[in-house]
């Protein structure tokens, strides 16, 4: 769920009584401290896990599932996968509670053996700039060397896309153009958002590190843009062209990650990740409305992890709008997301996907029922997505 929410709640140009309305359907009033504590639960809760007698080499870890800035009811944390093999972990997004969420799943009784949040963490993927993919890359980030204990070997890979080099489009047409946010470096990548870090976190960095010989976090993380020379340059409109070919982003051993331009317009570049491992493979969609180079991707895969929107919440949401914000907010959570009838039918069965698990599923407070008709034109295994999920490969 986009930032366009975020931006209608605080309008003030909204009538206060549609903004009450708006923010009690996002469900606003649930307490946000509430979050980590709520989510504490067994690693192997929720429909799909394989037990922990049989847990596999390759595994898939759902940390948190909630979709969206909006800290709904507080009982899921936010958006952030795992894949796991053998002691290796990957993690793709990192939404808020991520590094908590990963840590109680390490040190619960089926959880992997891990001295330190980040001790088996090879590497990180983001799939886009949204902050409810981001928003404990800060945290993890600044921590990272207090959280890495007994790690040995290289740096965390981080992968995620580069600078835009032009803004998104207003919405909806017409509307009069915004004052640009940091207008030296309005869209940065995943790398350049990583730099700022360091001045945002200057003097707790500078502290630590002459008091305490505290390592910088860039000797613990190589940021790297994924590079789409001769692939695409966004435009306003951010909608992907079909490629011919995934994208290689790393071979880590036995693991080979590769990834695709999924379509979330007008955000631009956002990325879906395959992993491919000797026991199997899992391809996460990232935030992205039906796309023929996700199903390309994803052909044949055991698991795909994909978001989920249901749509009776964008028109409970729009309604509490003026009517042409409302159309246009609508419009925006239907098009560049992926509704309940959508996802099996258009996705994944025709990507001969073995496996369906929705996440970021948005609200993240609809009744489990609702999100099951997703099985309607799909053959193979639905799983709706809780948070510590553990789901074993072959």
């Known amino acids: 769920m986009c930032d366009q929410i975020a931006r209608a709640a605080a309008d003030p140009t909204i009538p ?17 401290a509430g979050l980590v504590a709520a989510t504490a639960g067994p690693a192997w809760a929720g429909n799909g896990s394989s037990g922990g007698r049989h847990r596999g080499r390759t595994r898939l870890v759902l940390l948190g599932t909630a979709g969206g800035p909006t800290v709904q009811d507080g009982r899921q944390a936010g958006i ?14 990192l939404g808020i509670g991520s590094l908590l969420q990963l840590r109680r799943w390490q040190t619960s009784a089926a959880g992997a053996t891990a001295p330190s949040a980040l001790s088996g963490v090879r590497g990180i993927f983001f799939t886009h700039m949204h902050s409810d993919h981001l928003a404990d890359w800060p945290a993890t980030w600044v921590t990272g060397p207090s959280n890495a204990l007994g790690r040995s070997g290289p740096p965390i890979e981080v992968f995620g896309p580069g600078e835009r080099g032009t803004l998104p489009r207003v919405n909806p047409p017409g509307r009069a153009e915004p004052a640009v946010v940091a207008p030296e470096r309005p869209v940065p990548g995943i790398r350049g958002t990583t730099e700022s870090l360091t001045r945002t976190w200057a003097n707790d960095l500078n502290d630590r590190i002459r008091d305490s010989a505290f390592a910088h976090p860039d000797l613990l993380f190589h940021v790297q843009d994924i590079d789409l020379t001769g692939i695409w340059t966004p435009d306003p409109a951010g909608v992907p062209p079909r490629l011919s070919a995934s994208i290689p982003v790393w071979q880590d051993g036995d693991v080979r990650v590769t990834a695709t331009l999924v379509d979330h317009h007008p955000t631009a570049p956002a990325f879906a990740y395959r992993f491919d491992t000797p026991d199997g493979s899992i391809t996460v969609s990232g935030d992205t409305t039906v796309s023929a180079n996700l199903i390309d991707l994803a052909r044949g895969t055991d698991h795909l992890v994909h978001e989920v929107i249901d749509p009776a919440f964008a028109d409970r949401l729009a309604a509490t709008l003026p009517p042409q914000q409302g159309a246009a907010l609508k419009a925006h959570l239907l098009e560049a997301h992926t509704t309940i009838e959508q996802v099996g039918r258009d996705v994944a069965q025709p990507a001969g996907a073995k496996n369906l698990v929705l996440t970021h599923l948005v609200p993240s407070n609809t009744p489990k029922s ?25």
Not at 22 to 31: C, D, I, N, Q, W
Not at 80 to 93: C, E, F, K, N, P
Not at 378 to 392: A, F, M, P
């Open 370 to 394: 609702r999100w099951q008709a997703a099985r309607k034109g799909y053959s193979g295994k639905l799983i709706v997505g809780e948070d510590l999920t553990e789901i074993s490969l072959g």
């Open 80 to 93: 952030s996968t795992a894949i796991v093999y053998g002691d290796r972990v990957y993690l793709v997004d």
């Open 16 to 32: 206060a009584a549609n903004r009450r309305e708006f923010l009690k359907v996002l469900g606003t009033t649930a307490a946000a």
